[in-house]
Structure formats: structure tokens, C-alpha cells
């Protein structure tokens, strides 16, 4: 079956925004208009079909992204048909930025969303900066200006000041605050206004003669910012001749598509405001075929190959999220770059090296289904039930393998102990905890071998607390958890060098190992990494395997108190061995002494999770909240104001360790009579100050 819409006619864009900025609202409102659905779901309410489970529901939060595909034909430029737009909307909690990180991988566009009484707020920037790394082309929508305290300008100046000073309008609304009726649309110079945000179209309508100059100079800096990039459009514009609509409209789409501007729009995102946005997404964001072709990499010749967004290509497919489904399994949810794949054919996966048959394929709107039997370049598509394939892995034509470039995660920040409340739950724990790793790569669980402990970790309190709530309501798993710990880590200051001999003489065979290992600090984040500078056979090449084993594990077990260690050199450079006696297992156990012994020599220390908070506070509680914070060791960077007269605030940017934030929320709430509001994120991991230091390691030794 011949594809229902050509590739220049599909746009995979994503909405991303602070917590509570409106992006699933604005989705709703697009679902709403396209006549997905016969009314708009209301978030607080818990109505929302993007926010389809439980948890989102309930605490009126998105949790999960959640992928839908819509069409549009513009309604208000020239008529260039009927297009597919498939939109995944994103959490804008920092708990589950996973969840954003890996759809932008797959995208070509975004949408970002922004309060208008906060303008850009943490997570803004820290979603701006991600689809920054993907070289995401975006436009701007800044929500709820219709709301007291909302104010599309002062917003505005926000992104051009904290994002990129290539935002520019390419409307501004008419009225203010609940007076707010609609926009007048830059490239036209005409209104477009509603009487009602339920309303089913916008009428068009003249400038009124108050907004005219204002509207007059928003437009001229808009064709000064876009005519740059096109040498025609700047001498006609210098020599003074009108630039036409079809010419603005393109002039806007390329710089775009460049990433050196970044249209900005503004409006109740309730309701149909919301069609001048998809009337950008189509005029202004890219298709498939308008972002550069993906390179991966050949696994047999290590070489790059180039995968071209067309049917007759070999199909090549990103899995970039799994889910699990209550009534057909595990999902896989993959972007395909290039090839087509027909239901019931087989794949391979490269990041495995294992074929799988792909039995059915489904487009997903939130949590319904349907199902297809073929996907094209650019689409965006499940396969039920594949079974080794994980986040990030490439699937493949099994005769033209290919590796496309993985998807990095954060590391957890955060662990607390868990236990079935029953020993018919054991069984059943192991199970939830293993699927619901496979659906989030920033969720770990280890076992505590000195405990006999199940221990979970993850990016924040919210995000085991609906982990833990998972395992309950999708899985009927009981479990007690303990209190929450920081996931602190180990590392070394200096450099020193150590020596790991294992001799056991027993009746028969004996055990031999011995090997002289240097440690060396490596930079804040630069991971570990293992020389081998044996020459001349003075360990045999079969035992270096295992000295590396052994390290890895020493590594893993930490020295000082059972943290990982990370950020070091390790270098094998000596040692020898028994023509009898030599084993791996000796080896290994040489190594692991070696290392442990280097390390100590090389000023062990211990390192901490610092998180970035900011904390909005009505002025008369502004000491309060700073002297809390310098009690947790934090340290205050800036405070600044936002809004005006009776809604005029405090916003305090700090910098504190993430052992003292436990229970912060409540402080905070009894500290400021409940009208303040915090965010807080990983920012990087710093040394723990001695004293304290000291107190962790012995706490954990008992």
C-alpha cells in the first residue's frame, strides 16, 4: 500500500517545556482542532488523552512522552495541501528529562513552550540546551499571556536575554492579559481573533490603528533578522522595494531550518489560537528530507555510511523508547531514517548482533492503537513485542548492518532500599524491576552484597516514588522502601602506583598473580579507562583480560565506602606470572589488590550530587528561604524579580548539595505559608567537605 503522504509532507516535532508551562494543554488544543478529539481535555481534571496514565492523572503531570499523529492544511498562507504531523509531547519534570532526551534524538522539530508569567524558567533552559546538542530547528510559544500576570513581552525579552537572541515574533497579540482576543500575524499585517478560545476557526481582520505602529516596527525587525541569510532579499530590501509574503515566508522557513532564528509566537494555547502554530509547524519546521542525512557507522568495516531518507535505501530504524503494554506487551517505539519495513519481516540489531521478527507494527495515539502494515522514511511507529531490543539500539536490513549513533543518559543521582512486602511479592518484584528498567535507562537497580538489599536509583524523589507506585498498580507488587540515599561516588586527587601479589600453595596446582599497576586523577566526568603497557610477553595477553575484570570490579565496589569510583587512569605496566600456577582467577584477585592499595596512596575522596535550585518567593519571605538555604550549605548565585506590583516575586538561583534537599518541599511550604515554589536539578558532582566526608564512610562501615 503506496503511502498516504509524500516525506515533504510529514513533520515529526515535539512539544518541550518547563513543569506546568502548558505542553500538553496546547497538544490537547491541536488534537482538539484536527479533529482527533471532539473536545479539550483539561489537565487538572485528570481528562487529557496525552496524560493516559494513573500517576499523570492524578498529580496532573506529564510523566511519559507520549507520541500522536495529526493532519493539518494551512488556513491561513498559500495552500500547499494536507499534511501528517506526528507530535510526541514530552514530561517537564527534571525527574523524567530522560523521556525528552530520547524523543529530541528522533525529532526534527520542536516546539517550545513558555509560561507567560514565568518567561524561561530551569528546565526551559535545560531543554533549550538539549535540542541545542540535536541541532533541533524550534519555535518558540509563549502560553498563557491571557492569564493575570502573563506578558508576552517581558517573556519574549527573557528567551532573547537567557536563550538566543535570534528569537524574534512572528506575531503579537492583541490585547492584554484577560482581555487578549487573538494575534496579529507579522508576515501578512492582519489580525486573527477570536471570540471564544473553543472556537472552531479565526477570523481574519484588520490592524487596529492603537497596534498598527507597534505592529509596523515588530515586522520590520523581523525582515531585518531573516533577509541575511538571502543575497537577493537584502539588496531588494535595502533598495527599498516590498518583500512579498511567499518571500518572508521562505526567508523565515530557511533561517529556521538553520538554526540561526527562532519565530516566536504567543496566545491562550487553551484553544484555536493553537492553528497558527501548527500553520508554523508546517510553514517553518523541517520534513524529513530538510535535516541532514543520518550517518552511522558500519560494524564490519568501522567505517561511516550514510543513510538517505528514501524507500528505495536499505531500512534502517532508531528504537528510542520502550513501553510496556497492558494488553499486547512490550512496545518498542522506533524512528525510521531511512527503507521501508513491511510487518511480519525480520531486523537486526546491530547493538546486539540478534535478528527479530517484526510481527506487528502500530501508530500510537497516547495509549491507543492502530495498527499498519508498512512504515516509510520519517515515520514514527511501535513494534509489538520485540524481545532484546533496548533503548537506543539500531534495527536494521539484516544484509545492510548499520549502527546509528546511541542516545547517552544522565547518570542517577538518587537510591533508596527495597523489599517485597510478601515472599509471594519476591518473585513478582524482580520481574516489575526488570521491565520497568528496560522502559527507562536512567532507572538502576543493583543488589547490596553486604546487605542481601534490592537497591533502586534514579533521577529524583518523584521518580522512584512513581516507580514504586508502577510496580503496585501495573504489576501488584507489595514493597516497603527505605529512606532515601544520595548516590554519592569515589575518586582520586592524585597519582600512585602499587603492587597486587596473590601466591596460595596448595596440595597440587597453586595460584599465582602478580601485576604493579599505576592510578592516575582524570578530569570531573571523563569516566575510566584502562592501559595495558605489558611488553614482551611478561604477562602472557590470555591474563589481561581478567587484570581488567578484576579492576573493573574494584572499581565498581568502591575503596573508600563502597562508592563507584570514577574519574581515573588505570595503567598495567609490570607484574609476572607462573608457568603452573598462573590463573585468571589469580589475576584478578592481584589486580583487584593492587588497585585498591594504588588508590588509597592517591588521596581517596568522596563526591556528592550538587543540584541547581531555584526557589520563586513572595518578597517578605526572601531572608527566610536564603538563610534555609546557606544552612544546607548551599550557595546563592543570583536573586532576581519577575512580574509586577501584587504579583511581584523572588526568584533565588542557587547552587546545594542534594543530601541536605530531602524533604525540602515541606520545609518550604511551612517557611513561606505555602506560596512558595522550587525546582532543583543535577548540576555536577563536587568533592564532600572533610568533616562530613568522614561521617558518611563511617556511617556506612557500621
Not at 495529526?70 to 525527574?95: A, L, M, S
Not at 523524567?96 to 517550545?112: I, K, Y
Not at 542525512?293 to 560494524?299: A, F, S, T, Y
Amino acid at each position: 500500500m503506496p503511502r498516504q503522504f509524500t516525506i515533504e509532507k510529514i513533520r515529526n516535532i515535539g512539544t518541550i517545556a518547563h513543569i506546568d508551562a502548558g505542553k500538553t494543554t496546547v497538544t490537547e488544543g491541536i488534537l482538539y482542532l484536527t479533529g482527533k478529539t471532539h473536545k479539550i481535555g483539561a489537565v487538572h481534571e485528570g481528562e487529557t488523552q496525552m496524560d493516559w496514565m494513573d500517576q499523570e492523572k492524578e498529580r496532573g503531570i506529564t510523566i511519559t512522552a507520549a507520541a500522536t499523529s495529526c493532519f493539518w492544511k494551512v488556513r491561513h498562507y498559500q495552500d500547499v495541501g494536507e499534511h501528517q504531523i506526528n507530535i510526541i509531547d514530552t514530561p517537564g519534570h527534571i525527574d523524567f528529562t530522560v523521556e525528552v532526551q530520547r524523543s529530541l534524538r528522533v525529532l526534527d522539530g520542536a516546539v517550545v513552550i513558555f509560561d507567560g508569567k514565568m518567561g524561561v524558567e530551569p528546565q526551559s533552559e535545560t531543554v533549550w540546551h538539549q535540542a541545542d546538542k540535536y541541532n533541533i530547528p524550534r519555535l518558540c510559544f509563549i502560553n498563557k499571556i491571557n492569564q493575570t500576570g502573563g506578558d508576552f513581552y517581558k517573556s519574549l525579552n527573557s528567551i532573547k536575554e537567557r536563550l538566543s537572541s535570534d528569537a524574534c515574533p512572528v506575531q503579537i497579540p492583541v490585547g492584554f492579559e484577560k482581555d487578549i482576543i487573538g494575534v496579529v500575524d507579522l508576515v501578512k499585517m492582519k489580525t486573527y481573533t477570536y471570540s471564544d478560545f473553543h472556537d472552531k476557526e479565526l477570523k481574519e481582520g484588520e490592524i487596529p490603528p492603537d497596534l498598527k505602529e507597534k505592529a509596523e516596527k515588530f515586522r520590520k525587525e523581523l525582515i531585518e533578522k531573516v533577509v541575511e541569510i538571502d543575497n537577493d532579499l537584502t539588496e531588494k530590501y535595502l533598495e527599498g522595494h516590498e518583500i512579498s509574503e511567499a518571500e518572508l515566508v521562505s526567508a523565515i522557513r530557511k533561517n529556521t531550518l538553520t538554526g540561526k532564528f527562532f519565530p516566536v509566537m504567543g496566545g491562550d494555547g487553551r484553544g484555536v489560537i493553537v492553528e497558527t502554530i501548527l500553520d508554523a509547524v508546517i510553514n517553518y519546521l523541517p520534513s524529513p528530507t530538510d535535516v541532514p542525512d543520518i550517518v552511522g557507522i558500519d560494524p564490519k568495516t568501522e567505517k561511516p555510511v550514510t543513510k538517505k531518507a528514501q524507500n528505495d535505501e536499505s531500512f534502517s530504524a532508531l528504537a528510542f523508547k520502550i513501553a510496556t503494554d497492558p494488553f499486547v506487551g512490550s512496545l518498542t517505539f522506533f524512528r525510521v531514517y531511512s527503507g521501508i519495513l513491511k510487518a511480519g519481516s525480520y531486523v537486526l540489531n546491530t547493538a546486539t548482533g540478534n535478528k527479530e521478527r517484526i510481527g506487528r507494527i502500530v501508530r500510537m495515539h497516547a495509549n491507543d492503537r492502530a495498527e499498519i502494515q508498512e512504515v516509510y522514511p520519517g515515520d514514527i511507529a511501535a513494534a509489538v513485542g520485540l524481545k532484546n531490543t533496548g533503548t537506543g539500539d539500531t534495527i536494521c536490513d539484516p544484509g545492510h548492518p548499520v549502527i546509528l549513533e546511541k542516545i547517552e543518559f544522565p547518570e542517577p543521582v538518587i537510591s533508596i532500599a527495597i523489599e517485597p512486602k510478601t515472599k509471594a511479592d519476591q518473585e513478582k518484584m524482580g520481574i516489575a524491576l526488570r521491565r520497568l528498567a528496560e522502559e527507562d535507562p536512567t532507572f538502576r537497580i543493583k543488589g547490596d552484597q553486604e546487605t542481601g538489599e534490592t537497591i533502586i536509583s534514579g533521577m529524583g524523589e518523584l521518580h522512584l516514588e512513581i516507580i514504586v507506585d508502577r510496580m503496585l498498580r501495573e504489576f501488584k507488587v507489595e514493597a516497603n522502601i527505605g529512606r532515601p540515599q544520595v548516590a554519592y561516588k569515589e575518586t582520586i586527587k592524585g597519582k600512585a602506583e602499587a603492587e597486587g601479589k596473590y601466591i596460595r600453595q596448595t596440595g597440587g596446582h597453586g595460584q599465582y598473580g602478580h601485576v604493579w599497576l599505576k592510578v592516575e586523577a582524570r578530569a570531573r566526568g571523563e569516566g575510566f579507562e584502562f592501559l595495558n603497557e605489558i611488553k614482551g610477553g611478561i604477562i602472557p595477553q590470555e591474563f589481561i583480560p581478567a587484570i581488567k575484570k578484576g579492576v573493573q570490579e574494584a572499581i565498581d565496589k568502591g575503596v573508600l565506602a563502597g562508592y563507584p569510583l570514577v574519574d581515573l587512569q588505570v595503567v598495567l605496566y609490570d607484574g609476572s606470572f607462573h608457568e603452573v600456577d598462573s590463573s585468571e582467577i589469580a589475576f584478578k584477585i592481584a589486580a583487584s589488590m593492587a588497585l585498591q592499595e594504588a588508590t588509597r596512596r592517591a588521596k581517596l575522596c568522596l563526591l556528592e550530587p550538587v543540584m541547581k535550585l531555584q526557589v520563586i518567593t513572595p518578597e517578605q519571605f526572601m531572608g527566610d528561604v536564603i538563610g534555609d538555604i546557606n544552612s544546607k550549605r548551599g550557595q546563592i548565585e543570583d536573586i532576581e524579580e519577575r512580574g509586577q506590583d501584587l504579583y511581584r516575586v523572588k526568584v533565588i538561583n542557587a547552587k546545594v548539595s542534594l543530601a541536605e534537599m530531602f524533604g525540602y518541599a515541606t520545609s518550604l511550604r511551612s517557611m513561606t505559608q505555602g506560596r512558595a515554589t522550587f525546582t532543583m536539578e543535577f548540576n555536577h558532582y563536587a568533592e564532600v567537605p572533610n568533616n562530613i566526608a568522614q561521617q558518611i564512610v563511617e556511617g556506612k562501615r557500621k
